[in-house]
């Protein structure tokens, strides 16, 4: 049955008035770099209901990268690791039933499920928001939670699809604002640090959970040392290159680490960051290199040079967007794209050679924080 207050939002639709939204809440819990390009949404919403307190569900190891943006009104963490298995054990199901609870103690009046998942379809029923909007073509039936299912085609940037919804909830053009925004306290503390602080460094972000999507460890050691070589006249020279991933990934960058021993101008950072830390590097950095990963949609975020290096992931659909010319990419006939396939995938990113991307850090770096110019549309970026 459904409550009065969505009964009285039917009839108030039908008679042609729009109904006042007081409490939104956008639903994208991960993964990071997906949480990175969501903020357009946030944009929009703010922008046609500046009224009204706009909320996110993430996951709450995410929290980081959203929680310093001026548009949002609370985070929602979802506490994906402590809540899993719910269905095995009773404390956790009863935890799970609380957490579910207190979404819809906060009497949302709209809900966006941005993810397009059957969790987070079950997240949106779970708000009992009169409007719960979505993708009609969301995944693992994942539109079972809403009650508006908006058209988005899969072929297009993911971006693009979730304005779709944004622009389905306030029935007005979408604002394609990327802008992230970095802890103060974090930018201070990278401004501190002497061995970047002082200078123009470059970042270099060269893992992933995918090893398909690997350029190799010595090909971004060789650039690294590239771009620490003096140049004639001292131009286009940078005074260190910063390294960075999890911890768990240090086995995925020898090379690098071997020469951040042998140079102290390579700092290794390998492990030894934050979310919120590593977005101040990123802010503060004059060029972002990195395998398709959530860096490169930071680097959007903070309006960063990018050289992104892709290889069995199409870039139209989930490249820096409006920054497609950034990629380096090298497609042949017959491709696939399949980034779960190691095999396939690292023979895509080996295509991609040092000389390519030495070219593309000289021709992008600049004597300061340039950044390049945005473009309001994707498009596909090849070498």
């Known amino acids: 049955m459904w409550p009065a207050q969505a009964l009285r939002y039917d009839s108030r639709v039908m008679s042609g008035q729009r109904p006042q939204v007081e409490r939104i809440l956008i639903i994208r819990p991960s993964a990071l770099g997906d949480v990175c390009r969501t903020v357009p949404v946030l944009a929009t919403l703010k922008r046609h209901c500046p009224g009204a307190r706009i909320d996110w569900l993430v996951q709450d190891t995410f929290v980081a990268a959203i929680e310093h943006h001026p548009d949002l009104g609370h985070v929602v ?3 994906r690791a402590a ?27 709209l809900a966006l499920d941005c993810q397009g998942l059957l969790r987070s379809g079950l997240f949106a029923l779970a708000t009992r928001a009169p409007r719960r909007i979505g993708y009609a073509n969301a995944e693992e039936m994942g539109w079972i939670g809403l009650n508006e299912r908006i058209d988005a085609p ?33 930018r201070a503390a990278v401004a501190a640090d002497p061995r970047l602080g002082g200078g ?17 460890a010595e090909r971004f050691a060789e650039i690294a040392a590239a771009m620490l070589q003096e140049r004639t006249g001292g131009a286009r020279r940078f005074d260190a290159v910063a390294i960075v991933g999890a911890e768990s990934e240090r086995g995925q960058v020898g090379p690098l680490l071997e020469l951040a021993q ?12 934050t979310i919120a830390r590593l977005m101040a590097l990123i802010e503060s950095s004059s060029l972002v290199i990195a395998n398709d990963s959530a860096a490169v949609h930071m680097a959007v975020g903070f309006d ?20 497609a010319s950034t990629v380096v990419q090298v497609l042949r006939e017959g491709d696939v794209f399949d980034h779960k396939n190691a095999v396939r995938g690292r023979a895509m990113m080996e295509r991609i050679t040092v000389a390519m991307v ?13 950044a390049l110019p945005r473009q309001p549309e994707p498009s596909v970026g090849r070498t």
């Not at 389905?168 to 925004?181: G, I, K």
């Not at 030495?358 to 340039?370: C, G, L, N, Y």
């Open 358 to 370: 030495e070219q593309r850090v000289f021709d992008t770096a600049t004597p300061q924080h340039a």
């Open 304 to 323: 960063r040079p990018i050289i992104a290096l892709y290889g069995p992931t199409d870039v139209t659909r989930v490249g820096p967007y409006g920054r």
């Open 200 to 216: 123009r460094y470059a970042l270099i972000a060269p893992t992933s959970r995918w090893p398909g999507k690997l350029w190799p």
């Open 83 to 109: 809540l899993a298995g719910w269905w095995r054990s009773p404390a956790t199901f009863s935890a799970l039933a609380r957490w579910l609870g207190s979404i819809r103690r906060d009497r949302y009046d």
């Open 262 to 273: 042998r140079d102290r101008r390579v700092v290794d950072l390998v492990g030894r960051t």
């Open 77 to 79: 963490p979802f506490p």
């Open 154 to 186: 899969m072929s297009e940037h993911t971006v693009d699809r979730m304005l779709r919804l944004a622009a389905a909830a306030t029935r007005a053009e979408p604002v394609r604002d990327m802008h992230l925004h970095a802890s103060p306290i974090e």
